[in-house]
């Protein structure tokens, strides 16, 4: 019995690690005029800003 409850408990626990991590989201792109405004479409642009995430540990 005692080692049914120490697997479910360990079990438990390296489901929780999984259920942590997630996905980065993908590369944002936003167009900007003169007046740095953002714009719908890359009509007009004069910029444009991107964003990327990364996780903590890339450099």
Do not use: N
Not at 6 to 12: N, T
């Amino acid at each position: 019995m005692k080692y049914v409850v120490c697997s479910l408990l360990c079990a438990g626990l390296g489901l929780g690690e999984a259920a942590a991590q997630q996905a980065a989201p993908p590369l944002k792109r936003a167009f900007l005029d003169s007046a740095w405004h953002v714009l719908p479409s890359a009509a007009g642009a004069k910029y444009r800003r991107e964003t990327e995430w990364r996780d903590s540990t890339a450099g």
